[in-house]
């Protein structure tokens, strides 16, 4: 359950049901419009339905309800799903990337989710066909039960789980998500004689381990 504490909040009257499920999941929601008209809709508060709004442009994103609220933007992953709206016109059933303001912003919502619910790192691309329970980050046309096609990339889920931090600029985003591959060689990088490059390959480490299920705490113990 909480607020994040950087995004802007906006709470609404909230007039649902009274469930607070424990949260396995971010369901990721595309609208077919903007941020004045995207903001304007959800903010009416006819039926409690998302829990953040993520604009292309700067400073375009806001918390409507604690995350731990049962809210109704995803039929079978309600109770125990946290919901992300991702501004963006579609062409046909295409979606563009995420903006780089989405991705910064974004990825301070996806990583804090993680963070607060105990959210595994592990991503079901548009691809997969649809099935309920998944633990992870998910989109609102993986779930079963609905007809709905929105969706993110792969792509772009691999960037918003990367910090903003100079060490982080010149990385390969791609390996962040091997996770099964790369674990024993990326705890061999850790002997870096550079503190940057050093401090830079635990990171990486603690987000495959992460991506294991390991805790960071038994991360750190691989790394002594």
């Known amino acids: 359950m909480g607020w994040h504490p950087e995004c802007p ?7 649902g049901s009274q469930v607070w499920g424990t949260k396995i999941s971010i369901v990721c929601h595309r609208t077919v419009g903007h941020w004045a008209g995207d903001y304007a809709v959800l903010s009416r508060s006819f ?3 998302v829990h953040f709004l ?12 604690d995350s731990g609220r049962y809210l109704a933007h995803c039929a079978n992953a309600n109770t125990d799903g946290v919901g ?4 963006g016109v579609n062409t046909g059933n295409t979606f563009p990337p995420l903006t780089e303001w989405q991705i910064e912003a974004g990825g301070k919502v996806v990583r804090w989710l993680m963070a607060e619910h105990g959210i595994v790192n ?22 079963a039960g609905n007809d709905h096609w929105d969706y993110i990339d792969r792509s772009d889920y691999d960037r918003l789980l990367l910090e903003e931090d100079d060490l982080y600029t010149d990385w390969d985003r791609a390996v ?28 990486l480490f603690e987000l495959v381990a992460h991506g294991q299920g390991l805790t960071p705490e038994e991360a750190k113990e691989l790394l002594s």
């Open 9 to 15: 909040r906006n709470p609404l009257p909230y007039s």
């Open 47 to 49: 039926v409690p339905s």
């Open 54 to 65: 993520i604009g292309e442009n700067d400073g375009e994103w806001v918390q409507f309800y």
């Open 84 to 87: 992300i709206e991702w501004s």
């Open 122 to 143: 592990d991503f079901i691309d548009r691809f997969h066909p649809r099935f309920l329970g998944h633990h992870g980050t998910w989109n609102h046309s993986n779930v």
């Open 176 to 203: 962040v998500v091997q996770n099964n591959r790369l674990l024993k060689q990326v705890k061999g990088l850790v002997k870096d004689d550079d503190e940057d490059e050093r401090r830079r390959d635990k990171k």
